[in-house]
């Protein structure tokens, strides 16, 4: 099962974008999981993930993770617009598209 990482600062609005991806995520019939953890946290899962996706408010920290798994998975900022919106199946979508370059 494909794991996708979310970071955040604290992970409270992150959690509602989880739920929305999981959402779509059921909607389709992927089976993925889906969590979110703030950077301090996420070295202690990054070896155990298909991506990462950073929350636009922690993209200055995009080295420090991309550091952390040096080359092995992708690493993007979330869209502002879709995190904005809590579009969890545009952001579901875009982690599924670069999961299987």
Known sequence: MKKILLVCAAGMSTSLLVN?????AEKKGVEIEIFA???????SV???VDIVLL???VRYQK???DAMVNGRIPVETIDMRAYGTMD???VLNRALELMNK
Not at 20 to 24: S, V
Not at 37 to 43: D, M, N, Q, R, Y
């Open 20 to 24: 929305r991806m999981k959402e779509a």
């Open 37 to 43: 953890l703030p950077v301090s946290e996420s070295s």
């Open 46 to 48: 990054i070896d155990q």
């Open 55 to 57: 929350g636009p408010q």
């Open 63 to 65: 080295p420090q993770v």
């Open 88 to 90: 969890g199946e545009a």
